[in-house]
């Protein structure tokens, strides 16, 4: 049972947690996107292993995945059975910019990312044969997907609410509307690929890597919707449970909608 002195405890803390994330946050004003491209490259560095309890923003950086199916073309079909997405904490954010006027803000970030975790696969095609001379691929291991100088730009769509006397952002339903593209090169690494009895994990993973691009067009979004789903969730809960007095200089009181 929690008593009065235990209760009176614990709310100081969560007060001061509150107090103490919001006092880090820097005012600006809506044209200076320098300054809200800084606010927010500071808030994915230094929170994104913590996360933000107060406001429900859990840790970013890994996030974890689960039996997540990863097609590979019509070849093969891969199973992420459980596994982690690193990198988004070294993110470099290129531009934040919001727009009351229409209700959005846009984001650009250039990520190293890697995707890696116990994997499960099949294969059975004609490539296969043509080119390996076996009916099929099976596989149980280890895999790890890196995405080198990972582009990502994507809009968030919002309205402006009061509650209490404050203003808030709150985001629209629905989900974070983005488009990537790999700058740089990805790297496919995997143990445990038989045909048969023979080892073919060397020859598959060469394979991946020679053709990386193809191979992005169809795991890609998969990867890409969860991570993204992490980035809605950030980008939500901050606009949603902290004032705008605390990150946006400007009187938003005539964008009210509600």
């Not at 405890?9 to 044209?31: E, I, N, P, R």
């Not at 904490?89 to 190293?112: E, K, P, Q």
């Not at 001379?133 to 609410?161: C, P, Q, Y």
């Not at 980008?235 to 009187?251: E, Q, R, W």
Request: one cysteine or more.
């Amino acid at each position: 049972m929690i008593n009065r002195n235990t209760f009176v405890v614990l709310s100081a803390v969560l007060f001061l947690g509150d107090a103490a994330f919001v006092d880090t946050l820097t005012q600006c004003g809506l044209k200076d996107t320098q300054c809200q491209k800084k606010l927010f490259q500071t808030v994915l560095k230094e929170r994104s292993k913590t996360g933000i309890p107060e406001y429900n923003i859990p840790i970013f950086d890994p996030i974890t995945l689960k039996d997540v199916n990863l097609p590979v073309l019509d070849i093969a079909n891969l199973t992420l059975v459980e596994g982690k997405i690193k990198g988004l904490s070294s993110c470099v954010l290129n531009d934040f910019s919001t727009y009351v006027d229409s209700g959005r803000a846009t984001m650009d970030l250039t990520c190293d990312i890697t995707v890696s975790g116990n994997y499960k696969a099949f294969a059975s095609s004609p490539l296969i044969k043509a080119t390996l001379g076996g009916d099929s691929i099976r596989g149980d291991g280890k895999v790890k997907i890196k995405i080198e100088k990972l582009n990502l730009k994507f809009d968030f769509k919002f309205t402006v609410n009061k509650r209490d006397g404050e203003t808030y952002l709150k985001g629209k339903n629905g989900k974070l509307v983005y488009k990537y593209e790999v700058l740089g090169k990805v790297v496919f690494a995997a143990n445990n690929l038989f045909m048969g009895d023979q080892d073919v994990s060397a020859t598959i993973t060469s394979m991946l890597n020679q053709n990386w691009r193809l191979i992005m067009q169809t795991i890609g979004g998969q990867v890409m919707n969860r991570a993204m789903d992490r980035v809605k969730d950030l980008i939500s809960n901050l606009f949603d449970h902290i004032p705008t007095k605390y990150f946006i200089s400007d009187d938003l009181s005539a964008y009210v909608t509600n």
